[in-house]
């Protein structure tokens, strides 16, 4: 299938490894020039080396913390006209809400759902002029299957939900589609500490859960990247122009819904 995306720019945001990585790859693969933002100078370049060499497409990278003003401003910089944003960040610690402070929610809730919002103001209305964009948030199966220790995601996550849900619909007829992708359990390093308090509170080996998580599941497995790049590059295609404001769950069959 032609994506249609060859030529394409996108920002792909936290993309230095695991699901970001894995978009990031899947639309170079497409023929889209990524600009790919990460904290750390080293594993972000070494990214970026390594989709240049699988892709042959113009790969940038800024190096930065996307939740900041400064770290935005740097990826627009790079690329201030994107017709793809995939808005990703790393999600906040596991836990007990009678341990959270303010803080810890404000910290949250700039991350996971004040960044995506902030980009998407950045860039849609360029988009609209353009008479294409897409933009595809990272969110996560707790938005539909909440996880008490992971309340922090939860709160955050499901209030950019509800954002999008509105604002899909007013852009849609320009061509402009938002979407969000719910990740399930992946072979992440996001999903190795989010094992680790509860391995160490049983005093088990966190590979010993993780193997014993993936056997227990649906599917039998984990999810792989590669697979939900895959997606992610779908919904960014031109033959997705009429999937708007909606929640696509990548979670192996683990929400039992006849709704999805």
Same mark, same amino acid.
């Given at each position: 299938?032609?994506?249609?995306?060859?030529?394409?720019?996108? =920002?792909?945001?936290? *993309?230095?490894?695991?699901?970001?990585?894995?978009?990031?790859?899947?639309?170079?693969?497409?023929?889209?020039?990524?600009? =790919?933002? $990460?904290?750390?100078?080293?594993? %972000?370049?070494?990214?970026?080396?390594? =989709?240049?060499? *699988?892709?042959?497409?113009?790969?940038?990278?800024?190096?930065?913390?996307?939740?900041?003003?400064?770290?935005?401003?740097?990826? %627009?910089? $790079?690329?201030?006209? /994107?017709?793809?944003?995939?808005?990703?960040?790393?999600?906040?610690?596991?836990?007990? @809400?009678?341990?959270?402070?303010?803080?810890?929610?404000?910290?949250?809730?700039?991350?996971?759902?004040?960044?995506?919002? @902030?980009?998407?103001?950045?860039?849609?209305?360029?988009?609209? $002029?353009?008479?294409?964009?897409?933009?595809?948030?990272?969110?996560?199966?707790?938005?539909?299957? /909440?996880?008490?220790?992971?309340? +922090?995601?939860? !709160?955050?996550?499901?209030? #950019?939900?509800?954002?999008?849900?509105? #604002?899909?619909? &007013?852009?849609?007829?320009?061509?402009?589609?938002?979407?969000? +992708?719910?990740?399930? /359990? @992946?072979?992440?390093?996001?999903?190795?500490?989010?094992?680790?308090?509860? $391995?160490?509170?049983?005093?088990?080996?966190?590979?010993?859960? +993780? =193997?014993?998580? *993936?056997?227990?599941?649906?599917?039998?497995? #984990?999810?792989?990247?590669?697979?939900? !790049?895959?997606?992610?590059?779908?919904?960014?295609?031109? &033959?997705?122009?009429?999937?708007?404001? &909606?929640? #696509? +769950?990548?979670?192996?069959?683990?929400?039992?819904?006849?709704? !999805?």
């Amino acid at each position: 299938m032609d994506t249609g995306l060859k030529g394409k720019k996108a =920002i792909v945001c936290a *993309a230095s490894k695991g699901l970001g990585r894995a978009c990031a790859m899947a639309l170079a693969m497409e023929g889209v020039d990524v600009v =790919i933002t $990460a904290r750390t100078e080293a594993v %972000l370049q070494a990214t970026a080396a390594e =989709i240049r060499a *699988a892709t042959g497409v113009t790969v940038t990278a800024v190096v930065g913390d996307i939740t900041t003003e400064a770290g935005r401003a740097a990826a %627009l910089a $790079a690329c201030p006209d /994107p017709d793809i944003l995939v808005n990703n960040a790393g999600g906040p610690p596991p836990g007990d @809400f009678r341990d959270w402070e303010r803080d810890d929610w404000i910290r949250a809730l700039d991350a996971n759902m004040l960044t995506p919002i @902030f980009l998407i103001r950045s860039v849609v209305d360029g988009m609209i $002029a353009r008479k294409f964009g897409r933009i595809v948030n990272i969110t996560s199966g707790s938005v539909k299957a /909440p996880i008490a220790e992971i309340g +922090l995601s939860n !709160g955050a996550r499901t209030g #950019l939900t509800g954002f999008v849900a509105g #604002l899909a619909r &007013q852009v849609s007829r320009h061509n402009v589609t938002i979407n969000n +992708l719910l990740p399930g /359990p @992946f072979h992440t390093d996001r999903l190795r500490s989010n094992i680790g308090p509860a $391995a160490k509170a049983a005093n088990r080996d966190p590979d010993e859960m +993780l =193997i014993e998580r *993936a056997k227990s599941s649906v599917s039998g497995r #984990l999810g792989e990247p590669a697979e939900f !790049g895959a997606a992610c590059a779908f919904l960014c295609s031109t &033959q997705a122009g009429f999937i708007v404001g &909606q929640n #696509l +769950l990548l979670d192996g069959g683990a929400f039992n819904s006849m709704l !999805g």
